[in-house]
């Protein structure tokens, strides 16, 4: 080919090149293919993400539990199981929260998630105050006035290490003793030993509480709170060395030297 004829072809594929509607044309099929790539992508994404949903991937799959020293970390697992056919995204963080709150001892829960499907629960505890038998069955009184049934797998242990509320006949009652009994002084929990139900036709709801020293507090249970506001338990076991029992009743304090003299049965 000479350089004339090269020319003249390599002008001509000029002319075509310059040629509008030939220019137009070939814009177009490039806007056509990225704008099939684009669809096409967006369409890829949009599978993965569905797929991702649909899988075991966006479900809650671990669960760990920290802060917890007395109720098992198995137990917070169990209750929370229930959540794991949860989507990572659509699980409220708040509501598991509330959850564990309604577990007995919990006294404050912190709930994270991400986005591998690991639930991080922080808890912190609140004590146990006592524990009842009723109908050979035990319930555990807590700290935030939590009243339920023990069972092995919360792993408390033995429970008879802690203060005995005895002769209470239904969950109800005992439930009512607890919502006073958990507001009462620390000092006065800590200084208990037993709790009786003392109840007699003019008194239908009154306990004897056993101190540790041996001295016993008889007080109605709606009038607890009231009682010990103003009733300084310590300063009194040491200034009245002689009284073995105080009666609490209608706002006055009877004190008597010998539990024998003062009449349950009344």
């Known amino acids: 080919m000479t350089k004339r004829q090269a020319q003249e072809l390599f002008g001509n594929l000029g002319e075509y090149n310059r040629d509008p509607r030939k220019v137009l044309l070939r814009k177009k099929k490039k806007l056509r293919l990225k704008k099939k790539a684009k669809i096409f992508l967006f369409l890829l994404v949009l599978s993965l993400i569905v797929l991702y949903f649909i899988s075991d991937l966006s479900r809650i799959r671990t669960i760990s539990v920290e802060g917890n ?27 598991v929260e509330k959850k564990i709150l309604d577990m007995p001892l919990i006294k404050k829960a912190d709930v994270s998630k991400n986005l591998l499907g690991h639930l991080s629960v922080r808890v912190s505890e609140g004590d146990i105050l006592a524990y009842a038998t009723i109908k050979n069955k035990t319930y555990i009184i807590d700290s935030m006035g939590h009243v339920f049934e023990n069972s092995p797998e919360m792993g408390l242990g033995d429970v008879k290490k802690y203060v005995k509320v005895s002769h209470f006949k239904s969950y109800g009652q005992l439930k009512k003793f ?21 109840n007699s036709k003019t008194e239908p ?62």
């Open 178 to 198: 607890a919502k006073e009994y958990v507001k009462i002084p620390e000092n006065v929990h800590s200084s208990v030993s037993d709790i009786i139900l003392s």
């Open 69 to 95: 020293q007395t109720i098992s970390t198995k137990y917070i697992q169990e209750v929370l199981s229930q959540y794991k056919k949860d989507s990572i995204f659509l699980l409220n963080t708040n509501k």
């Open 205 to 266: 709801f009154r306990v004897r509480m056993i101190m540790d020293n041996g001295k016993v507090l008889v007080v109605r249970v709606n009038e607890m709170v009231d009682v010990f506001e103003r009733f300084d338990y310590q300063a009194n076991n040491v200034v009245q060395k002689d009284v073995q029992t105080y009666v609490f009743m209608n706002g006055k304090l009877y004190m008597y030297s010998s539990d024998d003299k003062f009449d349950y049965k009344k």
